[in-house]
């Protein structure tokens, strides 16, 4: 934990590409506290399952909410062989409900929560044009109501003002296409801002499912792609380790080099096979 600590201080210095080293295991000894109970909303996405494994797999409690919890499976790029089959735990609620549904919401808050993570996912088309801005602040003011203050929330790469760390090809969707989704994601994340919460909005580069590396940049420039595992682990120092420099930031990460886009739109990628 002090050399993942000491790079991270590191990289919030020197405002460039750095690297974030995440372990592949964490044990309970080296986050800044007892094992925590996190809630993860969203919780049967690519990213949000790795979240919710990780946590478990370092001995936490993990609360979950999502549409349809039977959905909730091993991810691919942590779980390896065990991928795809049922992800049951101990230590693993899980509720069914609608993130912009606040008593569904409050139910999650019931179980003594100790941070958030917040990876909403779903076409605009499917979920409306505005649910992760409202699901977001819904889960704000119950954390509020609860006490609760650590926040990690997963945007994109091209949000708020990374528009200009994102590629060419991939502002043009922004434009197009995904005006209407990043329209939402920039609302979620100026509500995040003006919270009052200690937030970290994480923006990755092009998401895949293969295993995780253990290495994240925190670039300024061009993003690159990155594995949602190592998505997972940097939102789970983000809410276990009082310490973690990018509260109150908007870091940008990629895996090791960071330098083009590599957006994998195969069905692996999306967890399709």
């Not at 964490?26 to 109970?37: G, K, N, P």
């Not at 609760?148 to 090809?169: E, L």
């Amino acid at each position: 934990m002090t050399k993942i600590r000491s790079l991270l201080t590191a990289a919030a210095v020197l405002g460039t590409t750095t690297a974030f080293v995440s372990p592949q295991q964490r044990t309970a000894s080296s986050s800044t506290s007892l094992d925590a109970t996190i809630a993860v909303f969203g919780a049967s996405g690519l990213t949000a399952s790795e979240c919710v494994y990780q946590a478990l797999q370092d001995g936490d409690k993990v609360v979950g909410l999502t549409r349809n919890p039977s959905n909730l499976k091993i991810p691919k790029g942590s779980g390896g062989a065990d991928f795809e089959k049922p992800l049951t735990n101990p230590n693993l609620t899980m509720i069914g409900g609608d993130v912009t549904n606040a008593a569904d919401v409050a139910k999650v808050f019931e179980n003594g929560i100790d941070g958030v993570i917040v990876a909403l996912g779903g076409k605009t088309s499917d979920v409306g044009d505005s649910m992760l801005t409202d699901g977001t602040n819904t889960i704000m003011a119950a954390m509020k109501e609860n006490g609760v203050k650590r926040i990690a929330v997963v945007t994109s790469i091209g949000a708020g003002d990374s528009k200009d760390q994102a590629p060419f090809a991939f502002k043009v969707l922004m434009m197009t296409v995904m005006k209407k989704i990043f329209n939402d994601k920039n609302n979620q994340e100026k509500a995040v801002v003006e919270s009052g919460l200690e937030y970290c909005i994480v923006r990755p580069g092009g998401l895949t499912v293969d295993p995780p590396t253990g290495v994240i940049n925190v670039i300024e420039g061009e993003a690159g792609s990155i594995p949602r595992a190592d998505v997972a682990q940097f939102c789970l120092e983000a809410v276990k380790d009082a310490d973690f420099p990018y509260v109150g930031k908007t870091p940008c990460i990629s895996s090791v080099g960071g330098t083009s886009w590599v957006k994998d739109r195969s069905k692996a990628a999306r967890g399709m096979e």
